[in-house]
């Protein structure tokens, strides 16, 4: 099974560390790409790093910044990356399952410590689902190539 890569910003950080923690208590691997301390970085250098490593076929991604959405639109400039922000169990799962997000995106500062347990295993639990959501997501890579 490939790795979860797990990114975060300053604000991030803290979430992060936290799914960081629950990820490998349930024996999944990751590979942290920062930030590594709650020490000011640039959002978009480490969802750039992320997201080309998800387009290489590295894994999947998680990222946490404040709101989830600088990380989102960041990521989701990168060829090949499909990232959502999720701040529930549904919309994880649907991502996943029409979609084929490969990068979730959380905003540690929205996000209600509650719900986290259930967006990760929706996230992780549900695979896409093909069919009809295929030629969408076609259609979404075409968009790339604009």
């Known amino acids: 099974m490939k790795p979860i890569l797990l990114g975060a910003d300053h604000a991030g950080f803290p979430l992060k560390e936290r799914i960081r923690r629950l990820l490998q208590r349930r024996g999944i691997r990751t590979i942290d790409l920062g930030a590594f301390s709650p020490d000011p970085v640039d959002y978009p250098d480490i969802a750039g790093a992320l997201a080309r490593s998800v387009a290489r076929g590295r894994g999947t991604g998680i990222l946490c910044c404040g709101s989830g959405v600088g990380m989102s639109i960041a990521a989701n400039k990168v060829a090949g990356v499909r990232a959502v922000l999720a701040a529930d169990a549904l919309t994880a799962t649907l991502s996943r399952a029409h979609n084929d997000a490969n990068v979730l995106c959380l905003g540690s500062r929205l996000l209600p410590a509650a719900r986290l347990p259930g967006i990760l295993r929706a996230w ?12 969408r997501v076609r259609k979404i890579s075409a968009l790339e190539r604009c």
């Open 124 to 135: 992780m639990g549900t695979t896409f689902e093909g069919g009809r959501h295929r030629r």
